[in-house]
């Protein structure tokens, strides 16, 4: 929670300084080097690895982290976690693809949540791009949908429940009909 209030004093000091003419990036002091962006928190490394990984070895290009996707799935599954007894949540009107694995009885990693996903490669043929009969596809070719340049995920632990949902938005979304993902 600190980190969230430390992150929101930011956020509006900056938006003071750039609304009162001032350009945060600008510096009247000419040696001053500019700074290279914060590291991603291990967890958000953790889901843009394992997707660059999936997608390499199909030779598509990496995805980059979206904060704001990563804010948008965060208070997705907050609320699925708070209000909805850790059920998956509604994606179909989002804007965004979106993949979300629910797992009873113990923790889920980004990794393991990731490469969940990624096991549909076992029924894709790209060839036709079609899906074994009675399988799904949907997920794995939304990790790998190369028209998708951004992710952002967010996992939530359901105690009462005993389980963990996880939750990832991609931008611009895939699975588009008709579209062969790669």
């Known amino acids: 929670m600190a980190s969230t209030s430390l992150l929101l004093v930011l956020a509006l000091a900056l938006c003071h300084s750039s609304a009162n003419g001032a350009d945060p990036s600008s510096s009247h002091n000419p040696t001053q080097v500019p700074t290279a962006p914060a590291p991603l928190p291990n967890v958000a490394n953790e889901f843009l690895q394992s997707h660059n990984q999936a997608r390499a070895a199909v ?3 990496p995805l980059k982290w979206s904060e704001m ?3 948008s ?3 997705l599954v907050r609320y699925q976690r708070n209000k909805m007894g850790c ?5 179909s009107s989002s804007k965004y693809g979106g993949n979300q694995l629910w797992s009873g009885g113990m923790a889920m990693t980004p990794r393991m949540a990731v490469d969940n996903w990624v096991q549909e490669k ?3 043929n790209h060839t036709d791009n079609s899906c074994a009969p009675n399988r799904s596809c949907g997920v794995y070719t939304q990790v790998v949908w ?3 340049l951004e992710l952002g995920c967010a996992q939530a632990t359901c105690v009462k429940e005993q389980a963990s949902l996880t939750v990832c938005f991609y931008d611009p979304p895939g699975n588009i009909i008709g579209e062969s993902p790669y």
């Open 59 to 61: 030779g598509v290009g």
């Open 69 to 71: 996707l990563a804010n």
């Open 73 to 75: 799935t965060s208070r």
């Open 87 to 91: 059920q998956f949540a509604n994606l």
């Open 122 to 124: 076992n029924y894709y």
């Open 146 to 148: 190369r028209k998708s």
